[in-house]
């Protein structure tokens, strides 16, 4: 039975498990990619990202509290420097997981952990911008627009008409 089983223990004890995970997640950051087993990947995932969404708010109390979970200063500092700021704008999920297929050795189903915003094959190099979604109706909004653009070119065009009336006159008078 699994009973109260919140997440995978990997096999391991509590100790040693945390510090796996602390050097995976250093890993990940400086690297921005690596080789693991699936199981050790979404383990990761579950314990890198909170990291990540507090990265955003760049302030001692988010730093100590992720140094708390990650103790390398270099790696802090890539995380709250190049890191937080490619990731700003995202909601949520900095991470993928491709799957690679099964290891030789033992046949252990492999994958690739990656930080989404630093793979340029996916993104194509490019800035995506999102659209703010507005929930208000648009369709009052362009009944009332509408008239007015025609108005406008009705009165130029009319214009124009009085203009090539003057001209054709004095060419007449001439």
């Keep these: 039975m699994r009973h109260g089983k ?3 223990h990997l096999g391991r ?18 690297h921005k990619r690596i080789n693991t087993t699936v199981a050790k990947a979404k383990a ?3 314990y890198v990202e909170p990291l ?13 509290v992720v140094f708390s979970y ?10 709250f420097g190049a890191v937080a ?5 995202r909601p949520g999920g900095y991470t993928r997981i491709i799957k690679t297929g099964n290891r030789p050795g033992d046949n252990a189903e492999m994958c690739m952990i990656e930080l989404v915003d630093f793979n340029e094959v996916y993104t194509n190099g490019k800035e995506v911008k999102k659209t703010k979604t507005r929930r208000r109706k648009k369709s ?20 124009e008409k009085e203009e090539d009336s003057s001209s054709d006159a004095e060419t007449k008078d001439a």
């Design 44 to 46: 990761l995932k579950q």
């Design 140 to 159: 009052t909004a362009t009944v009332e627009e509408t008239p007015a653009v025609e108005e406008a070119q009705v009165i130029e065009e009319s214009t």
């Design 70 to 79: 990650v103790k390398q200063k270099e790696t802090i500092k890539e995380l």
């Design 13 to 30: 004890k509590a100790a040693h498990r945390k510090a796996m995970l602390a050097n995976m997640a250093c890993s990940l950051i400086e």
């Design 6 to 8: 919140k997440f995978n």
């Design 52 to 64: 990540i969404t507090k990265s955003k708010v760049d302030s001692t109390h988010s730093r100590r």
């Design 85 to 89: 700021t490619k990731v700003a704008s």
